[in-house]
């Protein structure tokens, strides 16, 4: 069984950036789909990107396209989510999240198709 292990959060002023790391233990990541969710206090839990293990294609919330960014390395077995022009409203506790998946499967955003969770890692922007 795949465990995720989050790290790089932090605080950081508007306009800053931060990169999220998502590493595995108990396997590789090979045959996943990734994806980094959110959650801001109050408030639903919300997804922010995934990647696909596999080629590396990926897929954006609206809310931070063109500002962040997801990536993976293979040699290191890691997830990275780079996070430039940081906003206050990106503040927030962010989750990696894995799903053994087949191929051409579809993007999936929804909390409930992934079943490999992290303990999370918190971003907080402000000024």
């Known amino acids: 069984q795949v465990q995720l292990v989050e790290s790089g959060g932090g605080l950081v002023q508007p306009g800053g950036s931060l990169r999220l790391s998502c590493g595995a233990s108990?396997?590789?990541?090979?045959?996943?789909?990734l994806a980094w969710f959110r959650q801001a206090p109050g408030k639903e839990r919300e997804f922010v990107s995934a990647?696909?293990?596999?080629?590396?294609?990926?897929d954006y919330a609206d809310s931070v396209k063109g500002r962040f960014t997801i990536s993976r390395s293979v040699t290191k077995n890691t997830v990275y989510l780079q996070m430039n022009s940081l906003k206050p409203e990106d503040t927030a506790v962010y989750y990696c999240?894995?799903?053994?998946?087949?191929?051409?499967?579809?993007?999936?955003?929804?909390?409930?198709?992934?079943?490999?969770w992290g303990q999370g890692t918190q971003v907080t922007v402000s000024s």
């Open positions: 108990g396997r590789t990541f090979s045959g996943y789909r």
């Open positions: 999240a894995a799903k053994a998946v087949v191929f051409r499967t579809p993007w999936v955003r929804e909390i409930s198709f992934y079943d490999i």
């Open positions: 990647i696909a293990w596999s080629g590396g294609s990926s």
